[in-house]
């Protein structure tokens, strides 16, 4: 079935780096751009950065500009997200997520940023 | 940015209330909103996307209406299962989609 599974999360001090990674099965992950979604503890959502289908476009949210990268290598179907310059506020479960394409009479559309398909989540802890 | 708020903050209802959550956007996003539930521990779970199409899978007791800047999530009929955290997303600023603060659902 169609599954995304993180790992890598853990507890890290503040300024260091961690990198996640997001397995995923059961769809042809080539074809799709690619989501982390991230959780304060007792919070609500937020969306961190998208890689387009081949890798050649990323863009992330203003709170990680310039400290995160987001990358993937299809051919291990596998999604990650290199952490650096980490801070407290950072602390969070990530999700990685993949976006709904709905076919209908032959013809596909995929609404912007709709996410059918979550990981079940990996904690990132940052503290001293 | 776009914001997005989310009314009420928590609500109580009991098994087979009619529930509404409303869901402002601080400008208009035309029809570029979804809907998600989350239970506790458990990542979301995308009910409706588009303002109103439902997404295949979920009951028919959910649905979603608005456009522009005002959404509603109605659930018709409260079940068990239902009890969580609900989020709304605006996807018109597309990747730079935002989520509401959520509302959460508990019973009475």
């Known amino acids: 079935q169609v599954q995304l599974v993180e790992s890598g999360g853990g507890v890290v001090q503040p300024g260091r780096s961690l990198r996640l990674s997001c397995a995923a099965s059961?769809?042809?992950?080539?074809?799709?751009?690619m989501h982390w979604v991230r959780q304060a503890p007792g919070k609500g959502l937020e969306w961190v950065a998208v890689i387009s289908y081949d890798g050649s476009n990323k863009y992330y949210a203003d709170s990680v500009k310039g400290r995160f990268t987001i990358s993937r290598d299809n051919s291990k179907n596998t999604l990650y997200l290199q952490m650096n310059s980490l801070r407290a506020e950072d602390t969070a479960v990530y999700y990685c997520?993949?976006?709904?394409?709905?076919?209908?009479?032959?013809?596909?559309?995929?609404?912007?940023?709709?996410?059918?398909?979550w990981g079940q989540g990996t904690m990132v802890t940052v503290s001293s | 940015d776009i914001q997005m708020t989310q009314s009420p903050s928590s609500l109580s209802a009991s098994v087979g209330d009619r529930v509404t959550i409303t869901c402002r956007a601080s400008?208009?996003?035309?029809?570029?909103l979804n809907w998600y539930q989350q239970k506790p521990g458990k990542a979301p779970k995308l009910l409706i996307y588009?303002?109103?199409s439902l997404q295949s899978g979920v009951p028919s007791r959910f649905s979603g209406s608005g456009s522009g800047t005002d959404f509603t999530l109605t659930i018709s009929s409260l079940q068990p299962e239902d009890f969580a955290t609900y989020y709304c997303q605006q996807s018109y600023s597309t990747p730079h989609n935002t989520f509401g603060p959520g509302t959460k659902v508990d019973i009475k």
């Open positions: 059961g769809f042809t992950f080539s074809s799709y751009g």
């Open positions: 588009a303002a109103s």
């Open positions: 997520a993949k976006p709904l394409l709905y076919c209908s009479g032959g013809s596909c559309y995929s609404p912007p940023d709709a996410f059918d398909i």
């Open positions: 400008q208009s996003i035309s029809s570029y």
